[in-house]
């Protein structure tokens, strides 16, 4: 039985929570890093933890695609595959339907996707996306919902809100068919709306009343800029239960994070931290550093010297990761990877401990002169 524990805040300012798992407790606001085949990009598994990771999200989507249903059960399922012993989400494949791009448009029973692996079309319905997450054990699943692509007009997403209530009736049925939290899964719904109020509201209302485990707000970051992007966060969070857990799908800039815990958002995953450091921009108290910078060339200085990280204490110097990239060497990109991943996991920490303290908004306020500045965080 996973439930969430609401210890400071309330509907939307700053909370501190804990989400309880029977693979331990995640303290909140959290953020998940990203193993989309159940392999980090960057960090060694066994460094997750040290630098404060207490959940991890896995793609069953991708998982289903390659190796597939019956390896990933041969495996030991996701917590197998990773080999990690905390809890796991799974993503549920609605957001690759709208990344992909070869979906035809969801119809009542699902989208057809072109498969990435084997050629041919596989039918992504609710039903099945349930069942796969059932097999492969994570602690959280995801419903599968549908994520309007642009342009974001009215009728696209007043048509996404629909489709997503009316898989979410079911998945919620197939979810208590099989025990509902007494299965050991939890499961998360996503409120859609996209940039119109009246949407979010309707859409969060519609699957509160079908009472899930925790709420995400999904469609955000999909290209819609900052301040719609808040909005929708508020949209949301507005009609969300005030003791249940609130997750921020595909958000994990410094800047972004800080605004959407102040909004009252409790978890969030992101690739950026991972992919910016394999392109060479390392995170730091200060603002971002772009290591391919010629300024770099020469320069002794490990990647961020306030930092203790396995790749700042490894005696590798600037100067030697930007020639390594230069030369499309891999470390230099696994290191960033990782040192950024460990400054967020260390921003995190901070974000809950000025929360605690009654101190997040100077706190926030440092953030935001260091990373404010644009649009990429
Ligand atoms: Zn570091």
Known sequence: MQYFELLQGDAQSPRRGQWHTQRGTVQTPAFMPVATRALMRGPWHHQLRPMGTEMLLTNAFHLFTRPGLETVQ?????????GWDGPILTDSGGFQAFSLSKMTRPTDKGFEIDHPVHGGKISWTPQLAFEVQAAFQPDVAMLLDVCPAEPLVEKTCDDAVRTTLHWAKEQRALHEARGGAGSGQAQFCIVQGGVFPALREECAKGLVALDFDGYAVGGVSVGEGFHAMMAGVENSTGHLPLKKIRYLMGVGTPRDLVEAVARGIDLFDCVWPTRAGRFGTALTQHGRLHLLNAQFADDTSPIDPECSCDACQSGIPRGTLRAGFKAKELLPGMMLAQHNLHFIQNLMQEIRNSIEAGTFHTMKE????????????
């Not at 041969?74 to 990773?82: D, R, Y």
């Not at 440092?366 to 965080?377: H, K, N, P, R, V």
């Open 366 to 377: 440092q953030i935001l002169l260091a990373y404010g500045a644009d649009g990429a965080g």
């Open 74 to 82: 041969a495996l030991g399922g996701v917590h197998g595959m990773t």
